[in-house]
């Protein structure tokens, strides 16, 4: 964020807090001039002279673009800069450059085969016209493998209609776990956080901003750092002990999800459209705030284990969607879900409605479009009711 900022501030890029990759239409007729004065660049910009800039509507939309367009070069030749302001220019003039190359043409195979009766499938492509490829074509290998989005499988060579027989080929590989973050890859996740949320309208929601804002998230991993949450080992980010003992503590899991941060997406644009109350925001966060620093105060060190009330040989122990009952080799099928309706419960709620058969407090939810309190009860059939 500090290279690209430098980069603007000394007018070679243009305004670098954006979320949109798209340019306006005004940009189309300043393109040429732009590419002219991009005169390192000269190698890739000869090819595009003479000719009629493409305008795809994949580049200018008017429609994605708010205040400001993608990052672009200015056409201001960069001097005395440092190799890592070098890197990011680069990165942002090759962009910009390529977007005016024609496709690269690939030609997509699927080759089928089999072993007696068992059939096999196999799917790839072969480049036949680089295209815009051409201007990453002196890029190392290593920094190619490090684009976002993965290469399809490269085939080998075969004529349309080709069979006959060919020798199989083994390989014994193993699966690997996923891999720590980065502070790159952690970037990117954050864009896309929401993915994973199960509501279909928040998902939306958060589909467009992820967790925070592009001149946000570095700054909140930063704090993450600051306040030894996380720590680096080389490139890796890794949860420190503080970091794991403070998740350990909150047991609401709505703070730990990226949910919370599309319902709040939700909230805002309501109150931009003027349906919701500033207000009332600003009161259920303190709300929330209070009851969250309630519930970590109150809660004891060692949780107690909580009886099965099916068969009340077993306890209650979390598993990926519910607790289910530790019995449940022997037979006990009784499972209490993390989620119900729009709730999402707590280790304390499944406490009290295990012992006490209700909810520990009370849930604000939209009935006919009032807002009433209720609360989640577990009745005598072991089923969960408003
Ligand atoms: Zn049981």
Known sequence: MNLIQNLYEQKLTTYPRVDTTYLSEDIYPKVPGILEKLQFYKRFTDKLKGKKIRKSKKVFD??????HHAIIPTGVTPSGISAQHQKVYDMITKRFISVFYPDCKVSNST??????????????????????????????????????????????????????????????????????????????????????????????????????????????????????????????????Q?????????????????????????????????EYAVEKFKAELFDMVNELVHQVKHQKAEPKKIGCPKCSKGHMIRGRSAWGCSEWESGCKFTLPFKFKEITFSDKDMKSLIEEGES?????????????LSKVTLNKKLKLEW
């Open 62 to 67: 008017d429609k994605k673009v708010t205040d």
């Open 111 to 240: 080759v089928l085969g089999f072993v007696k009766e068992v059939k096999f499938k196999a799917t790839g492509k072969q480049i036949l016209e680089m295209g815009w490829r051409e201007v990453y074509a002196d890029t190392s290998p290593k920094e190619q493998a490090k684009e976002p989005q993965k290469e399809e499988q490269v085939m080998p060579v075969f004529v349309k209609g080709e069979k006959g027989p060919h020798t199989p080929d083994f390989q014994e590989k193993h699966t690997k776990p996923p891999s720590y973050y980065s502070e790159a890859t952690l970037l990117r996740a954050m864009e896309s956080a929401g993915k994973q949320v199960d509501d279909d309208e928040l998902r939306d929601i958060m589909k467009e901003n992820g967790i925070g804002r592009p001149s946000t998230r570095a700054n909140i991993i930063e704090t993450l750092f600051k306040r030894n949450y996380i720590a680096r080992q080389k490139k890796r980010i890794i949860a420190t």
């Open 242 to 274: 503080t970091g794991q003992h403070l998740i350990s503590l909150i047991e609401n899991d709505i703070l730990k999800s990226a949910e919370l941060t599309g319902q709040w997406e939700k909230k805002i644009r309501d109150i931009e459209r003027g």
């Open 360 to 372: 520990h407090y009370r849930f604000k939810r939209m009935v006919k479009k009032k807002e009433e």
